[in-house]
């Protein structure tokens, strides 16, 4: 559905992209992770076919961003990082005007457009005029502007930036129902475990590159080659460590800082090895009520692979 090839975008001796390669497929809902500048916006502009590249090719549903843009402009929607709304206008308003730009019918319109205000929780802003909304309350509205020709592909730039807690939580509604819906969606986002929640798969791009690409679990697990073990007792905690202290897949052995009785430790066994483990803890009569690998989440995912990056 989505697929870049060798995609690369320059300024001068500035390399914004650098041979970027993706393949994105029907369905999916891939996050593109990144640093401020490391090129998560220039590839969408690109894939929105509103810049082009330097060199390299990118295609949206099989057509081509530079050969045929109006072909992919019918497929996509695009969300960008910043964006303009039309203050004067009432949501409803707005919503009309978008979708006679696409030559969608009145008819259609008026049965299409309170079903958008519904899906992105703005029904009871209908006749609200677009600049006493919100800031959560905009992003939603321009998210129902990209979907009013019912596109088969979103392009979502930073759909959650400057949102509050709440606002955040209200778009992340709304996109886990787009994927529900069947959407292809790309996205990117500096709230990163949300990102896990609702991907497929995810790229990490830095500096204009592509760093790592793939499902959450498997980057996770390339990247975890020692497991965390947390371990918690009822028993003396002394005498937890003592037994612990003897086994040769563990290292880094310490006490939690805030837990008493939690010990934790860093395992290179393999999960048979792990279940094996904590048989001999309860054999030898460590009360165990707790047994748990950490679990690693998107943030710390994107501080591994990048560590050593210079992000000036």
Do not use: W
């Not at 048979?272 to 460590?286: N, R, T």
């Not at 009520?289 to 950490?294: L, P, Y």
């Amino acid at each position: 559905m989505i697929e870049t090839i060798n995609l690369t975008k320059k300024y001068g001796s500035f390399t914004a992209l650098d041979s970027l390669n993706l393949k994105i497929k029907k369905g999916t809902v891939f996050g593109f992770v990144g640093h401020n500048g490391a090129g998560k916006s220039t590839t969408f502009s690109i894939l929105a076919t509103l810049l082009s590249p330097t060199s390299g090719t990118a295609f949206i549903n099989g057509f081509d961003v530079t050969k045929d843009p109006k072909q992919v402009r019918k497929h996509i929607g695009y969300m960008p990082d910043f964006f303009g709304v039309y203050d004067q206008f009432k949501t409803v308003e707005y919503l009309d005007f978008y979708g006679a730009s696409y030559g969608i019918p009145k008819p259609e319109r008026e049965i299409l457009i309170p079903q958008l205000l519904e899906l992105v929780n703005l029904s009871n802003k209908k006749d609200a005029y677009v600049d006493v909304l919100s800031r959560g309350m905009k992003q939603r509205l321009c998210l129902a502007r990209s979907l009013i020709h019912d596109p088969e592909v979103l392009i979502l730039d930073e759909p959650a930036s400057g949102l509050d807690p709440r606002a955040r939580i209200e778009m992340r509604e709304i996109l886990k129902e787009l994927k529900n819906m069947g959407k292809t969606i790309i996205i990117s986002s500096h709230i990163l475990p949300e990102l896990a929640e609702m991907c497929d798969e995810i790229g990490v791009i830095t500096n204009g590159k592509l760093v790592a690409s793939g499902s959450v679990a498997s980057i996770q697990k390339q990247l975890q080659a020692n497991k965390v073990i947390h371990v918690r007792v009822t028993s003396d905690i002394e005498l937890a460590m003592l037994f612990f202290e003897d086994e040769p897949k563990i290292s880094g052995l310490s006490k939690h800082e805030r837990h008493d009785q939690t010990l934790l430790f860093s395992y290179t066994g393999s999960d048979d090895e792990q279940v094996e483990l904590l048989k001999k803890a309860i054999l030898a009569g460590l009360q165990i009520t707790s047994f748990n690998e950490e679990e690693t989440d998107l943030e710390d995912v994107f501080l591994e692979i990048t560590k050593g990056v210079d992000f000036s």
